[in-house]
């Protein structure tokens, strides 16, 4: 009997214990199916180590041959509708014109002229530095162009953009974080050998990362316009300012912020009636582009707030069905880098972008893709306690795209677990395309540079949140 009690009493001791395993592996599960809520995190392995710039010496930074030969020949839209063209390029040896000569194929050949100008950056002092404007262009019409008249010339090309229109199909790439590597050589190879042939590039901001050398070596702004010539001589790039940008380096006496960056890159931001070059806005097809600040003020009654403000009650989405937003900062990032860097700036606007209904919002900042659910966090006061994102149908897709391939390297270290507003993440260097078929779809893709080039790692179709604004979810 005595025995017997032990073996009952061992045998219902087993019994317990087995029986609190189950409820915690259960536990577990069921656990996981509630945090785990999530959309996809990439398991591709890539390289994670610090990127390394290309030598002074490679190919894609040699200077072209001539006495005085233009060189870092960069083009954006010069106007609010696309018949303009700001020209800009850098001389050496002295200022020379800063006349551009273009025709069409039938057409007669034309000029416009100019301003040059020079800046000091501490023990640097810039080439000569032109920017022209040719103005009242033919939509839908290639031209091409010369600079360098009197002693080496140079001739390129663009094609204009269609006339604004709700219908009219447009393709951007999307680029950011660039710098000058050779990750970034892939990613601008990468783009420029897409199938799907983008014709205008957004850029996120973060162009050379000069300011992560000695003295904010001013040289390497020079060398990543003489990378970059060989796209953006050819197609206009819509700049956006990122903190690379701002250059501000008081211990060796540089006080005023944005000096490379404003002097080498003009944007139309008089048109749109902005007051500085930092936010401004465009109309390209059937697209309305809204390019803001991060790191200019935007707290109420600030330029940029009120310039914002009347902004998007301009915007006619029967004209410009797609409203597009670039930022550099982004205001939703799972990755532990720059993380809610953007919180701020989301308190003051985001609200307006949720009425409005902006279709996608496109930044950069974190080293890594990302893609988010149309999502918001509007309904929060300081009493009510709703401070988590929720989905709405009203709000715009948020894709973070810093993956150009700067010598900082990757962001790998990532949120867990993966937050249910968040439908793609991977920490790899690429870049996309958003392709705009009509009033009511578009497109996007995000290409990894590992990948042949017409992979895409990521995809979804857009629905217009004005024209139809149904759940356009990859996850729904």
Known sequence: MKRMGVLGLLCASTWSIHRAAIFVVLGLILNLGVVCNGGKTSTFVRQIDRGLDMPLDSDVFKVPPGYN???????????????????????????GSSTVLYWSANGKQMKAEGKVKTYNFYNYTSGYIHHTTIKKLKFNTKYYYVVGIGHTERQFWFVTPPKVGPDVPYTFGLIGDLGQTFDSNKTLTHYERNPVEG????????????DDYPDHDNVRWDTWGRFTERSVAYQPWIWTAGNH????????????????????????????????????SIKRASSYIIVLASYSAYGKYTPQYL?????????????????IVLMHSPWYNSYNYHYMEGESMRVMFEPWFVQYKVDVVFSGHVHAYERSERISNVAYNITNGNCIPVKDQSAPVYITIGD???????????TEPQPEY???????????????????????????????????????????????????????
């Open 404 to 414: 150009g391939g700067n010598l900082e390297g990757l962001a790998t270290s990532m």
């Open 307 to 323: 310039w914002l403000e009347q902004e998007l009650s301009k915007v006619n989405r029967s004209e410009t069905p797609w409203l």
């Open 245 to 280: 940008e701002i250059d501000l380096a008081p211990e060796i006496g540089e006080t005023k912020s944005f000096k490379p960056y404003t002097h080498r890159y003009h944007v139309p931001y008089k048109a749109s009636g902005s007051t500085a070059p930092y936010w401004y």
């Open 69 to 95: 030969a233009p060189q870092q020949v960069h083009i954006t839209q010069g106007d609010r509708h696309g018949k303009g063209v700001i020209v800009s390029w850098v001389t050496v040896d002295e200022p």
């Open 199 to 210: 014709e205008m590039v957004l850029f996120v901001g973060d162009l050379s990362y000069a």
């Open 422 to 476: 968040s439908a793609y993440r991977e920490a790899s260097f690429g870049h996309a395309i958003f392709d705009i078929k009509n009033r009511s779809h578009a497109y996007f893709g995000w290409h990894r540079n590992q990948d042949g080039y017409a992979v895409e790692a990521d995809s979804m179709m857009f629905l217009n949140r004005h024209f139809l604004p149904l759940d356009d979810s990859t996850s729904a």
